[in-house]
């Protein structure tokens, strides 16, 4: 499991990673300065061959040679350069791309929006950093979501934990700058068919909205596409059950 800019893996992907643990063995990626994965140069360019190394090398270690990915948004991305390399030492079985892009930059245009500098310049006091994750988070959910009084505590708890958890500002610039370079409309179109493929977007995501899911299942021909009434962090919605039935009933099948 590969996820989104910023994102560190055990924390945002709780509690649907636990839940699909209790299914079948589950590996998670803290992406490449994130969380649990230290940078030495917290300013220094990132690139796509690093973070298809970095699950190259966490399937290796784990002694698999078979897996299925599952990216979502940027970590999407990271899934479909898996998808394009050749040479690596384990084999891909399947395939899901979560609420991503093929081409995020010809979608969100330049420059970056002026709102997402708290993200690449973070106060070093974790309540402003809290502060700033309750505005950042609106643009994951849906109006109708953000209202509800019966998500409000989790609302809050996304919040506080963008906040504690260690998202070194110059990393996420540099994961910005990477995701918006890559395109994969030309190289998805030579993913074998014997790999299958299933792309799912929210109708409600405002952060990559759901012409970024086209690009992928026209350039994939044997993807199957789904569409959800929900935002971006499509995994707080319908609850974890939901989730563990869509991708088992994929992986499974």
């Known amino acids: 499991m590969t996820s989104r800019l910023a994102a560190s893996g055990l924390v945002d992907w709780y509690p649907i990673a636990e839940h699909l643990s209790r299914f079948r063995t589950i590996l998670v990626l803290d992406n490449r300065g994130i969380g649990e994965s230290k940078s030495v140069d917290e300013e ?3 690139t796509i061959a690093q973070h298809v190394q970095d699950v190259s090398q966490l399937v290796t270690e784990a002694g698999w040679v078979e897996v299925d990915l599952l990216g979502f948004s940027m ?3 990271i899934v479909q350069a898996v ?3 050749t040479g690596l030492p384990f084999k891909v079985r399947k395939a899901i791309l979560a609420s991503t892009s093929a081409q995020i930059v010809s979608q969100l245009g330049d420059p970056i929006p002026a709102e997402w ?3 690449f310049n973070p106060s070093p006091d974790a309540a402003e950093r809290v502060t700033v994750a309750r505005s950042l988070i609106q643009g994951d959910y849906d109006p109708a979501f953000l209202v509800d009084p019966t998500n409000q505590s989790l609302l809050e708890r996304r919040a506080v934990e963008y906040g504690n958890v260690t998202r070194p ?4 610039r540099e ?3 990477m995701a918006r370079s890559l395109s994969y409309v030309q190289d998805l ?3 074998p068919r014997g790999i299958p493929i299933l792309s799912w977007h929210g109708t409600l995501d405002e952060t990559l909205p759901t012409t970024h899911q086209s690009p992928i299942l026209t350039s994939i021909k044997h993807a199957r596409g789904l569409t959800f009434p929900c935002g971006h962090s499509w995994f707080d ?3 974890p059950g939901h989730w563990v039935d869509v991708i088992g009933g994929f992986l499974d099948a």
């Open 75 to 77: 970590g999407g991305l």
């Open 237 to 239: 919605y319908f609850g």
């Open 189 to 191: 179109q030579h993913v």
């Open 83 to 85: 998808l394009c390399a």
């Open 44 to 46: 220094a360019q990132l």
């Open 117 to 119: 500098e708290p993200l």
């Open 169 to 172: 500002g110059g990393v996420v």
């Open 175 to 177: 994961q910005l700058k």
